[in-house]
């Protein structure tokens, strides 16, 4: 991709069909994973083409000041209900509109593209930091076994994790950024 989301966001919005294919190339993934919580795989990228052309259509009412993400996936989301509602032969759970809709109709996809957000944020860190914080949050890994791992010394770790975590945390506009 050779533009940032919301460079892409302004470039859709002027006609730029180069800039739905960086747009589907960079959020389609993100999207299809969205819609496979509530549609099967069939469903889900049938109508993971129906948003993208949605998105085409309506690239002219694109916010350039909302995250580009949450737009999509608000689409998503109405595009995700349609469809769960014209399947008038299987009974769908409520739970499962309540979960998709939120209480404001933008909670989950809000809260995906914050997620999206905090990977870039991860992925930017320098190697042992971001190594150390997934050891110890997606494997669940005492630091004395992320040193361990790793070949480096117990404060190492202390070290990275904390540094890693002040910078995800400048990074996501939380405090300042540390080194």
């Known amino acids: 991709m050779t533009s940032g989301p919301s460079a892409i966001g302004d470039r859709l919005a002027t006609g730029d069909r180069l800039a739905l294919e960086e747009c589907y190339a960079a959020l389609g993934p993100l999207v299809l994973s969205y819609l496979r919580r509530y549609l099967g795989r069939e469903d889900a ?4 083409q129906r948003v993208f052309i949605e998105v085409w259509r309506s690239a002219d009412r694109f916010d350039p000041t909302r995250s580009i993400e949450a737009w999509v996936l608000g689409i998503a ?5 349609d469809s769960l509602r014209q399947r008038r032969a299987t009974v769908v759970p409520i739970d499962t509109l309540r979960g ?5 109709g933008r909670d ?5 593209a914050f997620a999206a957000e905090v990977r870039a944020a991860v992925a930017s860190l320098p190697a ?3 190594a150390a914080l ?6 669940s890994r005492t630091q004395g ?3 361990a791992e790793l070949g480096v010394p117990l404060n190492t770790v202390k070290s990275w994790t904390a540094r890693g975590l ?3 945390a400048g990074s996501l506009g939380y405090g300042a950024e540390g080194s």
């Open 45 to 48: 990228e049938d109508v993971l």
């Open 100 to 104: 998709l809709a939120g209480e404001d």
């Open 128 to 130: 042992g930091q971001r």
């Open 166 to 168: 002040r910078r995800l």
């Open 77 to 81: 989301r109405k595009r995700a209900i």
């Open 108 to 112: 989950v996809a809000d809260r995906l």
């Open 134 to 139: 997934h050891l110890a949050y997606f494997e």
């Open 145 to 147: 076994e992320i040193a």
